[in-house]
């Protein structure tokens, strides 16, 4: 079969390769990966307590998670990142608003209205309350 | 000279060793860094393409990508959290329940 | 090109994202406090309501056009699509109301609609950009409803997993997408299919192809890329489960179709026997005949049904596939219809799981012994999805798999060279009769050792009841809706010769 294909005939097979590859290195390795690595290091929900031995710690050590920083580092980013869409928009506003005024003025204002609606529905979850 | 070849190696290796870091680390959070790498490394070519190609396109695609993987890190560091709480481990090879 | 414009186009759209609004608001103020009952009620209501709405305004208001040259795309057969998109979520958000896992309402019924409004964007993207977004969208919102019971582990880790190898297939993608812009210069799936054909074959190009497929075959839990769905499946909430298996699966295999005849027509390639050619149709026939083997062989191992389901999905995954890899219009109306009558069917059926897993607490097979005493109009319902899945006639399972088959075999008659799929599905096809039979064993002959009557809420069974109608419906005059996809196909592209 093989020696009867033409090189171009072999060279059309390429990208099956290629796909095959990328399937071995993105399902197999995963798999493979997972496997070795819970044979060798299997490591107890013990481990990870305070003290690995000796005393056994009183209460729950999820106590020092706090998770009003990460909460609010979240919160920071979300909202941070969006202003990038401010600058473009900034730039092109004054062209803009003389041809398509509507889309311009549109857009940035429902844009900010999503983002209101968010932070309002924050607000009262509570999410930046940080004495509770 | 820089030219575009170089950008698309950097992008590929970067690629290659996000996709490296998801597929050997073992801890969540570096799994985790590592997904945005090949995030990024995908970003990298396609500024290096608008740049190269003269066209704008390719960085509009950033700026999005750049907001999209944002929502990423929050909606994948709240499952983290959420398996904290419950499982009091960062590990992936913690992930067992659901494996008979 | 004006704002109002962009609103009237995107109006079912708007809808659903003021009806979000909504649950959201009347859950967080007005409702807070009362009893968690209610709520559902209340944000089920609210989230049908939005959706018949939407549908609605699709059909009375039926308008068409293109934004910004085509980066989102409003055309009769996207119209189609959305309305049974919107169908299944409103079926989803009713079958939810028989959970009760979570105290926060609004927020899983708000997260089931922005699922939603993913899905409908995914199906009017035709630029990188909008897909890339609309994709994640929907999939950030799906791995948030996976891991949406916080107190179960299980949901957790079905969560956590389907984040990893998702985020894995989308920067996949994206990589596949940014070598697509960079060898043409364009977003635009139709400008970037035009410069393709005129720069010689690449060898990038062939990279980004089989990243593009690598992360859509993610999306469709194709093999190899299927390790998260059977653990999603079982370990998710069975609502979020159901909208993963039906929604998520008609818009993605709706992109998968747009991005590979749309956007990579000039790369088709052969999958036929002996003249395999480089392409994206080889890459495909690899994939469908790999979900094929391994989702139906995998299935019969299984004890969970949400576990058996996962694994059916693998296969009937394997199946569509066929309709994109006929690349015609005929295939690509035998691939809407199947995936559209596959969203009814596994509603149904997790909807029946979702019943016996609260009654019983549990999955597994044993569980739904006795069911047909236990609550005949259930077991009913589980006998015609399972058979239909199966591709029993006259159900419509059947006739989904037989335009497949003709689509494909039409599409290839020159040559039959493809036959070797088509002969591989039929074969596998009666294998899985074996392990929906095994289901079907379970609910009418074996016993339960205490047989008392399942209390199935009245909306669960009139959903129940109704999409196994659709089921049977579609099965006695598929012709229903084959003759408006086909319509709808004709005037979305008139020109469309293929």
New interface residues.
């Given amino acids: 079969m093989v020696v009867a294909m033409g090189l171009e ?1 072999m ?6 390769l ?3 590859l ?10 493979a ?2 496997v070795i ?2 044979k060798r ?3 107890p ?1 013990i481990k ?2 305070a003290y690995e031995c000796g005393m056994i710690p009183i209460g729950s ?2 106590a020092r ?1 706090a ?1 009003k920083f ?1 909460l609010v580092a ?1 919160l920071f ?2 909202f941070d ?2 202003t ?2 401010l600058y ?1 928009w900034a730039v092109v506003y004054k062209d803009m608003l003389t041809t ?1 005024a ?2 311009i ?3 940035m204002i429902s844009f900010m209205a999503i983002l209101a ?1 968010g932070f309002a ?1 924050i607000l ?2 509570g999410a930046l309350n940080w004495r509770e | 000279m820089i030219g575009l070849s170089h950008y698309l190696a950097l992008s590929a290796i970067l690629f290659s060793l996000g996709l490296l870091g998801v597929l050997v680390r073992r801890s969540l959070l570096v799994v985790y860094m590592s997904l945005e790498l090949m995030l990024n490394a995908a970003n990298l070519a396609l500024v290096a393409f608008s740049r190269f190609n003269q066209n704008l396109d390719g960085q509009v695609v950033v700026f999005f990508i750049i907001t999209v993987a944002a929502a990423e890190v929050a909606v994948g560091l709240a499952l983290i959290v959420a398996l904290f709480r419950l499982r009091q481990t960062t590990h992936i090879e913690d992930l067992n329940t659901l494996n008979h | 090109m004006n704002y109002g414009e962009l609103l009237k186009l995107l109006a079912p759209e708007s809808i659903l994202a003021l009806t979000l609004l909504l649950v959201l608001g009347a859950d967080a103020t007005f409702l807070s406090g009362r009893a968690p009952g209610l709520r559902r009620a209340v944000a089920a209501s609210l989230t049908v309501a939005g959706c018949m709405g939407a549908i609605y305004w699709i059909f009375f208001f039926p308008i068409h056009g293109h934004l910004f040259s085509g980066v989102l795309v409003v055309d009769p057969l996207t119209q189609v699509t959305k309305q049974v998109l919107l169908l299944l979520t409103a079926a989803t958000a009713l079958l939810t109301l028989e959970t009760a896992f979570t105290p926060h309402v609004g927020e899983y019924f708000g997260l089931q609609l922005l699922a939603t409004l993913g899905f409908l964007f995914m199906v009017s993207s035709e630029d990188i950009l909008t897909i890339f977004v609309a994709l994640e969208l929907a999939s950030l919102s799906l791995y948030m409803l996976a891991s949406f019971a916080k107190g179960n582990l299980a949901s957790a880790e079905a969560g956590l997993k389907y984040f990893l190898y998702g985020g894995l297939a989308s920067a996949f993608l994206l990589f596949g997408f940014s070598l697509l812009y960079g060898l043409t210069g364009e977003t635009l799936l139709a400008k970037i299919a035009a410069k393709i054909t005129t720069t010689p074959r690449d060898p990038l190009l062939v990279v980004a192809i089989s990243m593009v497929l690598t992360g859509l075959g993610f999306k469709i839990a194709a093999v190899p890329f299927q390790l998260w769905a059977p653990d999603v499946y079982e370990g998710a909430p069975t609502p979020s489960a159901a909208l993963i298996a039906s929604g998520s699966k008609l818009a993605s295999f709706f992109l998968l179709e747009k991005m590979m005849t749309i956007g990579l027509s000039s790369a088709v390639g052969s999958g036929a026997f002996h003249a395999l050619a480089a392409g994206w149709v080889p890459m495909l026939a690899m994939l469908a005949g790999l979900s094929l083997i391994v989702g139906n062989l995998t299935a019969l191992a299984q004890t969970s049904v949400k576990r058996l389901l996962a694994y059916s999905a693998i296969a009937h995954a394997g199946y569509a596939l066929l309709g994109v890899i006929a690349n015609s219009s005929q295939g690509f109306v035998a691939l809407l219809f199947y995936v559209m009558t596959y969203g009814f069917t596994v509603l149904g059926a997790f909807g029946v799981v979702a019943v016996v897993e609260r009654q019983t607490g549990s999955d597994r097979l044993e569980a739904f012994a006795g069911l047909s005493r236990r609550s005949p109009v259930l077991a009913g319902v589980l006998f015609v999805c399972l058979l239909s899945l199966a591709g029993i006639p006259p159900l419509a399972g059947f006739f989904g798999k037989f335009y497949l088959f003709a689509a494909i075999l039409r599409a290839g008659a020159p040559s039959l060279g493809i036959l070797w799929l088509v002969i591989l599905a039929i074969a596998l096809s009666a294998v899985s009769l074996f392990y929906y039979l095994q289901v079907l064993k379970q609910a009418f002959v074996r016993e339960a050792p205490l047989e008392l009557p399942f209390s199935v809420k009245p909306s669960t069974q009139l959903v129940l009841i109704l999409l196994a109608l659709c089921v049977i419906l579609f099965g006695c005059a598929p012709d229903l809706l084959v003759s408006k996809l086909l319509l709808a196909l004709k005037a979305a592209a008139p020109g469309l010769v293929f």
Wanted: proline share 4%; no cysteine.
């Fill in positions: 005939q060279d059309q097979y390429a990208p099956v290629m796909m095959a990328v399937a071995i290195a993105a399902s197999g390795g995963m798999l990966a997972s690595a819970g290091g299997h490591r929900a990870d307590t050590n999820s998670f998770v990460y979240m980013i979300l990142i969006e990038v869409f473009p398509n509507s889309l003025l549109g857009g609606v529905y009262k979850k």
